[in-house]
């Protein structure tokens, strides 16, 4: 019935985006791979990583239906150079199964929700419950989008904060559509990916 056919698409979907994991040891001790979670049209995924590789805000952005990264090179001095996997991953419940492939060699969670939908942010439960069962990374971001539609809040700015502190999260608010907050984001996500690198080539 059904789950036959969620299985099925599944292993499709699984099929048709998978890229297999290097060993650790084969990864570049400065290749950094960040992962976005969250539920589908809060723009704190596909939208973000566009942003943070430059590219201008478009509405019309499309649903994510597989798991596709994009790379930013960041200059670091010295002759060095990070290098930023951004992953970004399906948000839908009927494939919320699909994203535990993609879920390895992880240096950074990005859990992303919209101020202006109490769903999205109660969701991140579940999403930073994925990232600790499954013993992803220690560098977690909570990123809230569309600050630009503050007469729409659902979610206050000291809530999230108080979440984010008890979980101990980065917390950043910004809009994906008016680049507002986006550059602080960014510009600490760069730092403290740096401060991991360092510790790696001591």
């Known amino acids: 019935g059904n789950k036959n056919n ?17 060993k650790d040891d084969d990864i570049p001790k400065n290749k950094f791979k960040i992962i976005f979670l969250g539920d589908s049209g809060v723009g704190a995924k596909t939208t973000l990583i566009r942003r943070i ?16 990264f994009a790379r930013k090179n960041v200059d670091i001095g010295n002759n060095e150079e990070l290098i930023l996997e951004l992953w970004d991953t399906i948000g839908s419940e009927t494939f919320r199964e699909v994203n535990k492939f993609f879920l390895k060699n992880i240096d950074c969670v990005v859990l992303g ?25 220690n560098l977690i971001y909570l990123v809230g989008n569309k600050i630009d539609l503050y007469d729409s809040r659902e979610v206050s700015k000291e809530e999230a904060i108080q ?11 910004l809009s994906c559509k008016t ?5 602080g984001f960014y510009n600490d996500l760069v730092n403290h990916i740096k401060e991991l690198y360092i510790a790696k080539t001591k």
């Open 179 to 183: 680049d507002e907050g986006i550059n």
């Open 113 to 137: 929700y919209a101020i202006t939908s109490r769903k999205s942010f109660d969701a991140i439960k579940y999403w930073y419950q994925t990232t600790k069962d499954l013993n992803l990374c």
């Open 53 to 68: 590789i430059g590219e201008e805000f478009n509405e019309r952005v499309d649903a994510t239906f597989s798991s596709n």
């Open 6 to 22: 969620k299985g099925k698409e599944i292993e499709k979907e699984k099929e048709k985006t998978d890229i297999k994991q290097p």
């Open 163 to 173: 979440y984010a502190e008890s979980l101990n999260l980065r917390y950043f608010e």
